[in-house]
């Protein structure tokens, strides 16, 4: 009786030490599915103006090697997330499991699987388009193979978009994504595109007058800055210095005709030859200038004519053309917005500041 008595604490206290090595390994486990999730939802730096981000989120384990940031051959699962045009077009962060939650659309159903097709029409994949939990249609689903994360948003948006499109005409509805993750099968990397909202300006107080012509290039600028369609935003800006130098060639030819000094062309600006030059920006639209640094606005207008302007505007065969529903249109797109809209804004600038009473400088920050 004495001998088990003794032993009894002896137990006791070996099974509180294998208790406490478990609650310590939760706890350690708890700690790292926390950190994960910090990294996952880490808080990006809003850009300036709204415009479209990604980021990658690489998974790292004990004793593994993570994945690479680009991607690796191999499969791909990715989803749409769709949204309901107006309501849910930008992102305020970039949230891996909030996006994952997310979705909405004006489309009521239970579900749907659609065939997709590649570019010649062959079968390239089944796609599941999955209701939220209010019964609208919310996201699409599929998996590719692809050789990186770039090459498989590729491969889904081609064979996603089109569609979603004849979805959209048969129901007469609305129907955009607001939203693309991609997950590499063998490394769980992830990625996520998606419009993030711009951050918050100090409003300002406005110097001096405008001019009906001037009015008009401030309304396209606005267009410009309020769209969510990529080919939109591209086109308005666009606009803009097409104007400028269609009511330049008018003034040069009234002074011509008044024998009066005729008036710099304002598309003889110039892009900064250097990138450090090109502030408040994002890294990602100081890449889309590299192409163009030093060249003349005028220049910059005439490359990107035939390739940008008339490709979204007309839908004209034998030309080159730029369509929603084609991932290399929307990126040739939204590479050259940046560009766009800081010719437009110097230009706009420009006008404002050869007013009488324009004051200097046209726009001043409230305090």
Known sequence: MTAVTASLPDVSTSKRKRAELKRQQRKRAAAKRVKTRQVVRATIPRPRVTEYNYTTAVPVFPGRRGGSPSGSPGKYDVVFVLGVPGMSGVATALDFDGMLAGGDSLLEGTGLEVEL?????SSLSVARITPN???RLAQVRLTVTAGDFSLAENEAFDAVMP????IAFEADTPLEVTGILLTEQATQ????????VGATQPAPELVGTTTPELR?????YREGLNANSTLYQALSFYKIIEGVATFHTNRARAAKKLGTPEPADPLAQQIPASRADLAGMTEWARDNFTPYLGMSFGEIKNTVKNTIRDAVAHITPGMDLRVADYAADIRACRAITPV????AR???????????DSGSPA???AA
């Open 340 to 343: 766009l809209r800081y010719v």
């Open 163 to 166: 569609a979603l499109s004849r």
């Open 117 to 121: 097709q590649g570019a010649d029409g």
């Open 189 to 196: 990397t992830r990625r996520f595109g998606a419009t993030l």
């Open 133 to 135: 939990a209010h019964g």
């Open 363 to 365: 726009m001043t920050t």
């Open 216 to 220: 008009s290039f401030l309304a396209a």
């Open 346 to 356: 110097e230009l706009i600038r420009s006008e404002l500041a050869g007013l009488p």
